[in-house]
């Protein structure tokens, strides 16, 4: 095995929320034509998680975000710098980073969103190691969080029994060099297919009209089909990416955390990593796909729980909107 890549940054602290009330699957049969069965079968999702209607975004990654710093045993005033990765941010402006800065009661360090969709988190933990590894903050914050039950269409039932609210962090900081800390990342954007995965009203492109609003316009419309192929080929070859850049294979790995997308995606990976699915952190049956949360909410259950370890290898890998894809390969 070649030497291994010298960190620039660790993992000090995660967290995560999501919020109370639950809609299952049953719940969904009395909303569109659909059954538990068949949302189970094709995707692996029970259940998710919807936010109340007076809760936001920034006020999920603000809650993800204190649980993240308690576990660093850090607090705002230790951080320098705020990512949030989303597309469902409070408003189109400001960003929600700024209200989760306000909500934190940090100090005025910068504060900005990534939209990468499902993929934000790991481009969120990519650009935050660069502003580490070049000693230009010490302390980042990266948030992954989504309020999509807003942006559904509840009669399209091929998108609203796939996503679920919730927000996911992770405090990262300077590696101390006993081998710890994030090895390789690899991120990448095929604009080709940006009709796949879209929201296709409400930007300069296309103001939204009233006839736009009766057809739904301003809420997700996905090719799932196209998703999916996409989805496998490409998260195969990001894992393959940083595997490669780390000097390690799939056998050196402890954990994969993927994006909670769909099971039957994460099963075609497994395959083709040649890396056992009780290897893999599911949590799709209970929140459904997140998006930019998923993995990070994954990550803080499985450290909390005990699976994953210091010193474990843990690979994670997205892929959302754009389409936007990476990997990350961290040793916890």
Avoid at 124 to 131: P, R, S
Avoid at 146 to 157: A, G, H, K, P
Wanted: aromatic fraction near 4%; glycine fraction near 10%.
């Amino acid at each position: 095995m070649s030497a291994l890549p010298t960190p620039k940054s660790r993992i000090l602290g995660t967290g995560h929320y999501v919020p109370e009330k639950v809609l299952a699957n049953v719940d969904l049969e009395k909303i569109v034509d659909t059954s538990d069965a068949w949302i189970a079968e094709r995707t692996g999702i029970r259940r998710r998680h919807i936010a109340a209607d007076k809760e936001n975004t920034s006020d999920m990654a603000a809650a993800a975000a204190r649980r993240a710093l308690e576990s660093a045993g850090l607090n705002a005033a230790d951080i320098d710098m705020i990512i949030v990765g989303t597309i469902s941010g409070d408003s189109p402006m400001p960003a929600c980073a700024v209200h989760v800065q306000q909500k934190l009661g940090a100090d005025n360090i910068p504060a900005f969103d990534v939209s990468a969709a499902c993929a934000g988190f790991i481009y969120g933990m990519t650009i935050a190691d660069q502003f580490i590894a070049t000693g230009a903050a010490r302390c980042v914050l990266v948030i992954g969080v989504e309020l999509l039950s807003r942006l559904l269409d509840w009669q399209d039932r091929t998108t609203c029994v796939l996503f679920g609210d919730g927000a996911g962090a992770v405090v990262l900081g300077p590696a101390e060099g006993d081998g710890r800390g994030l090895l390789a990342t690899r991120i990448f954007t095929d604009g080709s297919l940006a009709h796949a995965l879209t929201i296709p009203g409400g930007g300069t492109a296309e103001p939204l009209t009233d006839e736009g609003l009766a057809k739904k316009r301003n809420k997700v419309h996905m090719m799932g089909q196209e998703i999916f192929r996409t989805a496998i080929k490409n998260l195969t070859s990001a894992s393959t990416a940083v595997l490669k850049a780390s000097g390690l294979t799939s056998a050196d790995l402890d954990w994969v955390v993927a994006h909670q997308a769909n099971l039957r995606i994460i099963t075609q990976v497994s395959d083709r990593l040649n890396f056992p699915m009780e290897k893999f952190i599911i949590n799709i049956q209970e929140y459904g796909n997140t998006s930019s949360a998923s993995i990070p909410i994954a990550l803080d259950e499985a450290v909390r729980d005990g699976r994953i370890q210091n010193g474990h290898n843990v690979l994670m890998c997205a892929l959302g909107a754009g389409i936007s894809w990476g990997a990350a390969l961290v040793r916890m």
